[in-house]
């Protein structure tokens, strides 16, 4: 019997698209409706309860528009259209600046997919989606363990995402990146002494690129002048 391929990718995307609508539409609705509510008339222990909800669910929305730009990025959409990049292309469509477009970018390189499709990082992106770390939280863990080298087997890796994520849902972003870096470098110690000599290399290389000497007469019988040195 014949499958048809190409039509059943296309109504998987039709299927996948009405979801993501629907649930987009219904968060808007959902938001419309308390646009009125008078948050002064909430106790201080609903109002801290709140904050942390509302939180939350911006990080799950935060990691579905990252995705959505990763795959905006994946298909070159900004290219096609004739922009820069995809910051820039994002900027000429939504309402953000350059900061906040950059901030996507950025968070959209977290769930970058792997050779076979698939986000290298899947437990990562479900946490990040359901809302247990934030979406800052998921760029420090990915970045740390993308530092991991080949020699590391593939197990060894998903386990030392699962200890930082359990640790991560109870830490700050700074106590996150600390735990990731000093878990990376217990995992894979050869590994992280080869990212930091190549950060390093950038490092002096880029001071070497910014060293300056500049000296010119003032017309009062001295002369003035500027340094930059690594």
């Known amino acids: 019997m014949a499958v048809d ?4 990718g296309a109504r998987t995307g039709v299927v996948a698209g009405s979801v993501i609508g629907e649930a987009v539409d219904t968060i808007s609705a959902a938001l419309a ?5 008078p948050s002064w ?3 201080d222990e609903q109002l801290a309860d709140l904050i942390g909800a509302v939180t939350g669910t911006q990080g799950e929305l935060s990691e579905l528009v990252a995705r959505l730009v990763g795959e905006a990025e994946r298909r070159e959409l900004a290219r096609r259209a004739g922009a820069a990049s995809t910051k820039a292309w994002l900027m000429g469509r939504t309402r953000l600046g350059y900061r906040e477009a950059g901030t996507l970018v950025r968070h959209a390189a977290a769930l970058t997919p792997g050779a076979d499709g698939s986000v290298r990082w899947e437990a990562t992106r479900h946490a990040w989606a359901a809302g247990a770390i934030t979406a800052e939280q998921a760029v420090v863990i990915t970045t740390a363990l ?3 080298g080949d020699n590391v087997p593939l197990g060894d890796k998903w386990a030392a995402q699962d200890t930082i994520l359990t640790e991560a849902a109870h830490l700050s972003l700074s106590a996150t990146k600390y735990l990731a870096n000093h878990l990376i470098a217990v995992v894979d110690p050869n590994g992280v002494d080869a990212h930091l000599g190549r950060l390093l290399e ?3 290389t880029r001071a070497r690129q910014l060293t300056t000497l500049t000296m010119g007469r003032v017309g009062d019988g001295t002369t003035k002048g500027a340094f930059r040195l690594s």
């Open 5 to 8: 391929v190409e039509g059943s």
């Open 33 to 37: 409706g308390v646009v009125a509510a």
């Open 41 to 43: 008339q909430l106790s």
């Open 146 to 148: 993308d530092r991991l």
């Open 202 to 204: 950038d490092e002096e």
